[in-house]
């Protein structure tokens, strides 16, 4: 059996594809990590649904998973966790658990950003495999140094 420990979106860092196109590496890290975290990349899309989750973005107009987040809560449903699983084939997968009106929980397949995007909107908890941990590098390689530190 997995064994999941509590995890933190620590930041989502906007990053370039050798395209050229916008994508985010969503820094997933847990307390027994350290200062490491699953540097999970995403798309500009999924990216600016988090900021916006987060509080750091404004749009006048509902994202998707601010669509999805009012039609549960209509239906009398919430986001109980989400949880990051595994590494199949160089994708990383998740889990969505919600709860509905009567206190079933059901799960749902989900890509990591999306879970994400949902668990900053209802303020649930993010679990990370621990097996994932081989994956985790420092996250100093994606944020920048803090102001007023030696190298700037």
Do not use: C
């Amino acid at each position: 059996m997995v064994r999941y420990l509590k995890g933190e979106l620590i930041s989502v860092v906007e990053a370039y594809d050798r395209a050229g196109q916008q994508v985010g590496v969503m820094l997933i890290g847990a307390d027994e990590w350290g200062d490491r975290a699953l540097p999970i990349i995403i798309g500009g899309s999924e990216m600016i649904s988090i900021k916006k989750g987060l509080g750091e973005l404004d749009f006048p107009r509902p994202l998707s998973h601010d669509l999805f987040m009012e039609i549960l809560e209509t239906l009398g449903a919430s986001v109980e966790k989400v949880t990051i699983d595994a590494m199949i084939n160089g994708t990383y997968t998740a889990t969505v658990y919600v709860r509905d009106s009567s206190g079933k929980v059901h799960t749902f397949d989900a890509r990591p950003s999306d879970a994400v995007a949902l668990a900053v909107r209802a303020g649930a908890p993010i679990y990370v495999a621990e097996t994932l941990a081989n994956l985790a590098e420092d996250v100093s390689n994606y944020l920048p140094p803090p102001s007023g530190k030696v190298g700037d």
